[in-house]
């Protein structure tokens, strides 16, 4: 299959929704009762467009990488607790050079999901800086969530799961590995970020918060889960 990762120009990227559309929308003909933006970050083919299409095509980009140039973005609607969550969800490059441009972004993303390659120590190793760019550009309030991708390429594993566990401890995010080829943990992924995002927009004072670690580790363990076929 092939594909082309294109870019979007200012324009299109700024017709994107506003944070907490509390009121039912239609998109391309899925209604939505609420709509949030997600970013997508890590270096370049940790595997960020792949985990995107896994999500939203249930599908395995294969074949030649082709690295995405700038900014793309693809919506999604799930069923949240009674609630039509959109997510639109923004690829970045990650490729230092197109870095400026991505920046600009972050400050509109009320989730991000940080990947790294199990495969590549390099991509590990990045993740304090991306932490760092993040701190520096996006929401304070931002939620992110740590990613090892390509769990599938045990034979190639350099970076144990216990150094993933640990580094997102020290930043008290949630963490977990996923793997676009198989659907390992990727709905999964999302769905945490939606339900985290959920609570967060409709939240009375007197309910108690959403803990996205303890749903995350309660559907870990649920027979079938984590697979997008
Ligand atoms: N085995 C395996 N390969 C993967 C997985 N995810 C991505 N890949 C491969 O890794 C390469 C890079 O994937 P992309 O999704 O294009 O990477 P990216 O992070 O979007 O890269 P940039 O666009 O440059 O930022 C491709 O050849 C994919 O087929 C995975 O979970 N398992």
Redesign the pocket.
């Known amino acids: 299959m092939s594909t082309r ?1 294109t870019s979007l120009t200012d324009k299109q990227a700024k017709n994107g929704t506003s944070k907490y559309v509390l009121e039912r929308c239609a998109s391309v003909n899925e209604y939505y009762d609420v709509s949030f933006k997600v970013m ?1 970050l ?10 995107l ?1 896994r999500f939203k095509d249930g599908a ?9 140039v700038g900014i793309d973005f693809r919506n999604k609607v799930v069923d949240v607790d009674n609630l039509k969550v959109k997510l639109q969800i923004w ?5 230092e050079r197109f870095r400026s441009v991505t920046h600009a972004y972050y400050r509109d993303a009320q989730a991000l999901l940080l ?1 790294y ?1 199990i495969t590549s120590k390099p991509s590990f190793d990045n993740i304090r800086a991306w932490l760092t760019e993040i701190h520096e550009y996006a929401q304070k309030d931002v939620v992110i969530m740590l990613l090892g ?5 045990a034979a190639e594993r350099v970076v144990k799961k216990e150094e993933g566990e640990k580094l997102a401890k020290e930043y008290g995010v949630p963490f977990m590995e ?5 659907g390992v943990n990727v709905e999964l992924a999302f769905l945490a970020i939606a339900k985290e995002l959920r609570h967060r927009a409709t939240q009375q004072p007197d309910e108690p918060k959403f803990q996205i670690h303890d749903y995350i580790e309660s559907q870990k363990h649920k027979p079938g889960c984590c697979t997008t076929v």
């Open positions: 990762k997508l890590g270096d370049s083919s940790v595997g960020k467009t792949c985990i299409v395995f980009l294969g074949g030649n990488f082709i690295a995405t690829d970045t490059a990650g490729q990947l390659d991708n390509k769990s599938d390429m996923t793997s676009a080829k198989t």
